[in-house]
Structure formats: C-alpha cells, structure tokens
C-alpha cells in the first residue's frame, strides 16, 4: 500500500498567518492527490484535488502544489475559521490512503 | 442536492456482524464508484472499501479483507457494508463518500454524516 507522511503532526498559528503543510508518498502518485479539511464531529470537506485543482466555493487562500511524491497544502492568511485538521490523501491507486493529519491549533 | 445518509451503526459484541446502509439522492446514483471511509475516536480517516458502478469491482484495505463486504443495489439508490467477524479496532464513524465525478474512481467530493459503530463486549 501507498503510505503517506504528512508533516507536522500539528502546529499552532496565529490568524493572519501564511501556513505550510506537506504531505509525501512512498512511492509516486503523479498528481493523483487531495486535500481534505475536517472540523470535530463534521465530514471531511475536500479543498483541493488533483494537487492543485481548488474545489468549487474553497477560498483562494488556499492553495496545493506538487507532483511525484511531494505535496503541499498552503493557506495563504490564516483566517479563525481554518483551525481544524488537515488530511491528505492518494488516489492514484484504487486502494487509497490517507495522511495521519495536521491539527492546526490557535497560538 | 446532492444526499447521502448512513444507518445501522450501533453497539456490537466481538466476532459480532453489522450491516451499514447509505441511502443516495440527488443524483446519479448508478453512474458513480462509491466508498465506504472509517475514523476511530480520536484518530484519522481510513479509506475502507470502493465499488464500481456496476459492483464488478472491489477493492478493500487490508485490515478488513476477509470480513467486510461492500456491495450495493442501484434500483435502490444504496450502497451497503456488510461486516463480520467484528473487533475492536473496527470501532469508528463509518462515513459513506461519493466521487467528484461520475464514471471514474476519484476522490470523495460528498460525504453523509456518518453512523458510529462500536465493538465492545
């Protein structure tokens, strides 16, 4: 199975800031990648899919880069409703597999 | 609008089975891969099963390989996860997840709420 590593595990951010989050693959996913945001007790909320395609009504503050094995989600200005945990995940192969998460906490 | 809604969860023994339901609307349901994705407490999401549109093909996670089975009737706009042999890491929010787009095996855009299946004695 595709592993992937998200880096951090978490982090604490202040609103306002530009933040970085990555994601790798053990093994190349082309471009095969999505973002996902999740709120606690809510479904996961797709960001961005084929590495840097936005989903339809996601904010332009948000942005994904990367092909091969390196990914990264970018939120461009922090704004209080982006605090949540970040995932994410390979479809490259029909057995998918998700990151562990990135919390991203209120400094 | 676009609707999927989980049911069946509930509180199972060990070595118990369940059968999940997510009942689709709002569009295609026959034109679509559909899959099941699981969260523990506390922990992250795990992809669990998917399903061609037609049911000819299934992929599962290896974990479950063996006990789960999804399946899925398109007269009735349903998808199904029939579990077996439960354990306790199998403990989690079952989420039932549609594609981006029909015709392909891509990543979920709509997710139902979710039904909560615990496994304990």
């Known amino acids: 199975a595709i592993r992937m590593t998200q880096s951090p595990s978490s982090f604490s951010a202040s609103t306002g800031d530009r933040v970085t989050i990555t994601c790798r693959a053990s093994?190349?996913?082309?471009?095969?990648l999505a973002w996902y945001q999740q709120k606690p007790g809510k479904a996961p909320k797709l960001l961005i899919y084929?590495?840097?395609t936005l989903q339809s009504g996601v904010p332009s503050r948000f942005s994904g880069s990367g092909s091969g094995t390196d990914f990264t989600l970018t939120i461009s200005c922090l704004q209080s409703e982006d605090f949540a945990t970040y995932y994410c995940?390979?479809?490259?192969?029909?057995?998918?597999?998700f990151g562990q998460g990135t919390k991203v906490e209120i400094k | 609008e676009v609707q999927l809604v989980e049911s069946g969860g509930g509180l199972v023994q060990p070595g118990g089975s369940l059968r999940l339901s997510c009942a689709a609307s709002?569009?295609?349901?026959?034109?679509?891969?559909m899959s099941w994705v699981r969260q523990a407490p506390g922990k992250g999401l795990e992809w669990v099963a998917n399903?061609?549109?037609?049911?000819?093909?299934?992929y599962y996670v290896d974990s479950v390989k063996g006990r789960f089975t999804i399946s899925r009737d398109n007269a009735k706009n349903s998808l199904y996860l029939q579990m077996n042999s439960l354990r306790a890491e199998d403990t989690a929010v079952y989420y039932c997840?549609?594609?981006?787009?029909?015709?392909?095996?891509?990543?979920?855009?709509?997710w139902g709420q979710g039904t909560l299946v615990t496994v304990s004695s």
């Open positions: 709002g569009f295609t349901f026959s034109s679509y891969w």
């Open positions: 995940q390979q479809y490259y192969s029909y057995s998918w597999t």
């Open positions: 093994q190349g996913i082309s471009s095969y």
């Open positions: 997840a549609r594609p981006l787009f029909g015709g392909v095996i891509v990543t979920p855009d709509c």
């Open positions: 084929a590495a840097s």
């Open positions: 399903i061609k549109q037609d049911g000819s093909e299934k």
